[in-house]
């Protein structure tokens, strides 16, 4: 059998009889490197072609995103919204409760009996009634009154 012997490009001894000047190239390497160039084109071609399945799937899932995008967009925009109204129906509630809450001690105020015994007597020229102006009646039942029955004398 006949030895192969390597190439390595650099020859070593006193028995080199002379320099290659170029390397032989090989048939079956060659066609095997055509083989794979082949093969990569065609693997190419195959990945960027796309068919027409392909196409209208992601056409329809590009769709439903952008759909979900603008539904989550409208959904967020009337949550602020409501947030605002609420917060300003929130004020409106406060503004009226401490009106009402000074309605409130403006009444109070009105309703003292010292304010309204002075109003009374001064402005009014009321007097309190003498023994003699007041009657005293003693009912006979407590929890029913004939409205127009005479009062006792005694």
Do not use: W
Not at 88 to 110: C, F, G, P, V
Not at 132 to 140: A, F, L, P, V, W
């Amino acid at each position: 059998m006949e030895e192969r012997q390597r190439n390595t490009g650099y020859y070593d001894g006193n028995a080199v009889r002379s320099y290659p000047e170029e390397r032989p190239v090989r048939k079956s390497a060659n066609r095997r490197q055509q083989n794979r160039n082949r093969a990569i084109r065609r693997n190419q071609a195959r990945a960027l072609a796309f068919s027409k399945g392909y196409t209208i799937l992601l056409a329809v899932a590009v769709v439903a995103t952008l759909a979900m995008c603008v539904h989550y967009i409208t959904a967020q925009s009337q949550l602020v919204y409501q947030s605002k109204h609420i917060a300003s129906l929130e004020q409106e509630l406060n503004d009226l409760i401490d009106e009402n809450n000074a309605t409130k001690e403006r009444l109070q105020s009105l309703m003292d009996l010292d304010y309204i015994y002075k109003v009374a007597t001064k402005k009014l020229g009321m007097v309190y009634a003498g023994e003699d102006q007041i009657i005293y009646y003693d009912g006979q039942s407590k929890d029913y009154l004939r409205q127009y029955e005479d009062i006792p004398e005694n």
